[in-house]
Structures are given as C-alpha cells and as structure tokens.
DNA sequence: CCAAATATTGACCAAATGGTCAATATTTAT
DNA sequence: ATAAATATTGACCATTTGGTCAATATTTGG
C-alpha cells in the first residue's frame, strides 16, 4: 500500500544533520543570507552530498519551517476556555517562555522570516493563525464577561505574550550583553509572572 | 581649518536616496542577505555610481547602523530620575510606540543586526547601552524605595518596554495578518498603557 | 561473499555578487 | 563660454553561489 520506502540510517543521520545546521545558519542570517556552504560545512558533509539529501536550498528552509509551524502554535490551543482563566493564560506564558529557553533558534527563524516580509508562510498568518488568535479571543472575552477576569484587548493581550516571551530568545545578544553571565530567564519568569497576573486580576 | 569640501546637491541627493534604499533591503534581509544591486535599483542608480558614493557595501550598512544607534537610546535618556515616576516610565513607552509607527524600518535594522549576534555592535551593547540600562535601572529602583511605584525588576522592565514596543514594528506583517486591516497602534497604546499602569501602582 | 542499492565528492557549470576602471556626460564656478 | 571638477556607467574582473554529474566508495540484504 505504502510506496515510500523507510529511510535508511544513514538518511536519518545526515538528513538529521543537515536540518540542525540549517536551523543554525538560517536562524542567523535568514533566507537570503545563508549559503549551502555555510550549511554543509555545520553539517559535516560536503555540498553535493547534502544536496543528495535535500533537492535545494529552498527545500531545507521549507521543512525547517514547516516542522517549526506545526508546533509554534500548540503552546495557544491549548488554552482551555473551561479552565480557570487567569491559570489558562499563565500557563499559556510559561509554555512560551519554555519554548524561548529551549528553542532560541526556532524562534530566531521564525522572527527571521517575518522580517523577510513572510513571503513563504503568509497564508499560515492569514489563515490558521488569524483563527486561532480570533477563536482565543473570543475565550477571553467571555472570561471578561463572566467577571473571571479584568477588561483587556483579547488581541493585545496574545501580542504581548509573544512580544515578551520571543524577546528573550530573539534579543538574547543584547539582553545577556545587558545582564552580562547572568541567566535572564529566572527574573523574566517572575517579571512576566507580575506583569499578567496585575493585568488580568478583576 | 575645516578640509572637508561641503557636499554637493548632487551628492546629497544621491546619498540619501542610496541611504533610504539601502534601508529598506537591509531592514528586510540583512546584511547577507542585502546586495548591492538591489539597494542601486531601489535608489534608481547604477550599481557602480553608488559605489561612487560610498566605497563598499559595508560602509553603507555602518553608515546606516550608526545613524540608527545615535538616536535609538535617546528616549530612554530623556527618562527623568527628579520627574513623576508612572508618567516618566509611561512617557518613555509612548516614545517607543511614536518610533516603532513611525520609524518601522530602523527597528527592524536593529531586529535583523541582532538576529545575526550582533556583530558590528557588541560594543555598543556592553557598552553605552549597558550603561545607560544600568544607570536608568537604578533610578527606577530608589523610585520604589521611595514608595513612588510598585516593586520590579528594572532591567527586566526595560526590556518588557523595548519588546512591547519593538514589537509593533519587528513584526508588523504578522500583527496585520491577525488583525486585517485595522490599524494596530491605537489598541496597542491603549493596552500598555494598561499593562504599565498595574504594574506600576503601588 | 557479492551484486544491487545507496552514499560520497571532485570537477564542473552558469549565474550572481562585490567590486574596479576608464571613457564619457554633466555640473560648477569664473 | 569654458575649463576644471564632479558624476555616470558599460565593460570587465575575481570570487562566490546554487546547483549538476559521473566516477568511486560504502552499505545493505540475500
């Protein structure tokens, strides 16, 4: 039934390679940017053996981006309108803050692709993330009305959870160049703790 | 005494327009990503005729980060330590919101140097901006000492204010996407000026 | 072990890129 | 009007870039 065959060991192991070096690369110098050279060099491999993996450059930026998609928006769904919303939307900020201390360089790609002007995933913004956003907000609008928590701007409200949480993945340079050796993200996680709790309390 | 001939009308023209398209490439693609051709077609000269404007690729991109870095602390340093602490901190938001609208593309500069670890400015970093971030911090931290404002991290709100406000600009594609095509920055004001106003009350 | 399948890579290619340069056009200032 | 200074750009260059390809090396599975 299934014509695809199973990768070989060697696929998964240079395949695996080559999307981690990308992820570096791309994350730093975008699309335009990065060079095959550049990629297979971190990789390890010379540039016609990556390309034996992968048919192009665009082609390595396409899986990176569409693995990042798939996830990006998980931390959002699961936002539970039947939970206790002020938990619901702290959680939903950890979960962000996890993703920026764990993830810097996904979230470097993604910041990377919407200063390029989002040519590739412009109908992932328009589509499934606008319904999301729209969808949330309707949540916390009803959270509103119900008196569980204060007046905000639903959409404003998730912009900032993404301005502040991206911040310290994408900003990391400065911000480490600002707080020297000290880790950043215990003081941003009791900043961003007080920040949301004061706002969103009734 | 001066040796330095005045610029010409042509040379003032010419440099702007070289200035204000490079710009635009820079802002979206970065420094690799950026080439000189494009940066010529948007000026609306020939490649080697910007070149005899400025000597490289580089210079332009320096020119342009320096013009950037001169003004970009400036409001944080117009935040008043003998002034009413809420209205100077908020003072110092309006002032960032008034630049991510109205210099969108020079936040995204910044956004794409330090994407790329910053390198032409990691002295600036550990530098003036350290210093002042420091300096400014301290004002903040006799503010609550002093009972004036709510007790917070200084450094971890400077850069709630720098990720709030960069972020109407660093990625306005994605801001629009969610909310069509309504106008982000009258709602965005309205919700830090929430957002800071609890934090900062005592 | 061995043949088939997969993996590797040096050599190569066309196009792109950051420049250089000299001939020519335009502007300036007297 | 004119000579000097400035400005413009086609042609060119060396290097880089995203690939292509065939010879060879390695791995796989019976």
Redesign the pocket.
Known sequence: MSDI?P?????E??RGSILEAALDVFSQYGF?G?????IAESAG?????????F?????IYIELLETLLDTWLDPLRELDPEGKPIDEIMGYVRRKMDMSRDFPRESRLFANEILQGAPRIQQDLTGDLRKLVDEKSKVIRKWHEEGKIADVDPYHLIFSIWALTQHYADFDVQVRAVLGDKDPFPGANRHLEQIFTKLLTP
Request: glycine share 0%; hydrophobic share 30%.
């Open positions: 065959k990768r070989t060991r060697i696929q192991r240079n335009r990065a060079t095959l050279d550049m491999l010379s540039k016609p053996n990556l390309l034996y993996y048919t192009s450059k665009e082609a």
